[in-house]
């Protein structure tokens, strides 16, 4: 595998746990772009949304993400929930193999409810309101794989069968 295969969805739709699998079935590098950046700047994603604000953080996912790809090779990447909600990262990101890891609302919400480490969990409403304005954005990706059980190999599998099948 020589193309990096990114992993998009909203936060608790298993886009690490499901990445490391499949790197592992890939026998490639798994990426995590949030744990990357966290390890980099010696912070934690949390406190650039305490303490500069989601612009700033945003500002620092993007360089991240360009640099990722920059690279070149093969290697799974999972985004921070937010990542391809973003119009840049988007264009950053096309002609690429982005999965959409699609979660049903009540899982997602059951994984993640108040967590604290996540800045945008800690409110219900917006987590709820961000969850569907986020949905059409994440459609955009090249893939989309339901991911409607805690069982990471059901999805890793659809994952390769789609990147498997011809378009
Ligand atoms: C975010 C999701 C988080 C992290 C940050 C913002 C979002 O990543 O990047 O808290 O905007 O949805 P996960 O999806 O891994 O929780």
């Given amino acids: 595998m020589t193309e990096p295969v990114i992993l998009v969805g909203f936060m608790g739709s298993g886009k690490s746990t499901i990445g490391r699998r499949l790197a592992e079935r890939l026998g490639v590098e798994f990426r995590d772009l949030d744990a990357r950046i966290e390890a980099r700047e010696g912070r934690t994603i949390a406190s650039f949304f305490d303490q500069e604000g989601e612009a700033f953080f945003r500002e620092l996912e993007s360089r991240s993400l360009a640099a990722e790809l920059s690279a070149g090779g093969g290697f799974v990447l999972a985004l921070g929930g937010g990542a391809f909600a973003q119009e840049r990262n988007r264009a950053l990101l096309a002609g690429h193999d982005t999965v959409w890891l699609d979660c049903p609302f009540e899982l997602v919400a059951a994984r993640v409810a108040r967590e604290t480490n996540r800045p945008l969990a800690r409110d219900p409403e917006r987590f709820a309101r961000l969850f569907a304005e986020r949905r059409p954005l994440y459609a ?28």
Wanted: aromatic share 0%; glycine share 4%.
């Fill in 140 to 167: 955009l990706a090249k893939h989309r794989v339901a991911v409607i059980s805690d069982d990471p190999d059901e999805a890793v599998t659809a994952i390769l069968h789609g990147l498997t099948r011809p378009e």
